[in-house]
């Protein structure tokens, strides 16, 4: 069984502070690494992908990537309470489907 | 910006009905999926669909469920003969899959259709 997990949270950090997000993945063989925000209610959205070993940046968000420990964390910047959310990871191998964790929750707090 | 759509955002049904739920991929995306979600736990790959086929499937998906593309848009995911356990967020996705690297081929998720079977 392929497992992806992550803590379920809830994450609290107030505004302005970093969020660390981790998630760490069962399958060796996974090169894609997915993270998606969920507000309640809706469908996860993109945040950022990473297939190589190390840290790759887009604006406030940090993905870190270490296929060796089979983790991966997504670092958040100056959090705001609208980055208040379930953050998703998902691994897959190229061309097949997205396999999810359970998601961890986060609250920023003004 | 081009999205996922889906139809219709709410289904209630009756045990033992049959649904089709619908959603226009992408228009220039070759790879379609389903997933749900249960309230309260994780999104769970259903099927995947390339070239008119399915390319892929989880334990889930057994025979009470079906996927069409009947034309060039539209991509359904059909329950024959739905359970109280069916109740679920079901989300359609898509990606390009126009090749080079696949490993960076993002799929993109519609809004969902929530289905309440009774």
């Known amino acids: 069984q392929k497992e992806v997990e992550q803590n379920s949270g809830p994450l609290s950090v107030p505004e302005g502070a970093i969020a660390s997000l981790n998630c760490t993945y069962s399958d060796r063989g996974s090169q894609s690494f997915f993270w998606y925000r969920q507000y309640s209610g809706k469908s996860p959205e993109l945040i950022m992908f990473i297939y190589s070993n190390g840290d790759k940046e887009d604006g406030r968000f940090t993905a870190q990537l270490n296929k060796a420990s089979q983790y991966v964390s997504l670092l958040i910047r100056d959090s705001q309470p609208s980055d208040s959310a379930t953050y998703l990871c998902a691994v897959n191998s190229p061309g097949y489907a997205l396999n999810f964790g359970k998601g961890t929750s986060l609250l920023v707090t003004p | 910006e081009p999205e996922v759509t889906q139809t219709p955002s709410h289904q209630v049904t009756q045990m033992g009905q049959e649904v089709i739920l619908r959603c226009v991929p992408i228009?220039?995306?070759?790879?379609f999926y389903w997933y749900r979600q249960i309230l309260g736990q994780k999104v769970e790959f259903l099927v995947s669909?390339?070239?008119?086929?399915?390319?892929?499937k989880s334990e889930i998906f057994d025979d009470q469920f079906s996927v069409e593309r009947p034309d060039g848009s539209n991509f359904t995911l059909k329950i024959r003969s739905t359970k109280l356990e069916d109740s679920a967020m079901y989300f359609c996705a898509s990606r390009e899959g126009s090749g080079g690297a696949l490993v960076t081929d993002t799929q993109y998720f519609g809004p969902g259709t929530r289905l309440t079977v009774l």
């Open positions: 669909f390339y070239n008119n086929e399915i390319s892929e």
């Open positions: 228009s220039n995306h070759l790879y």
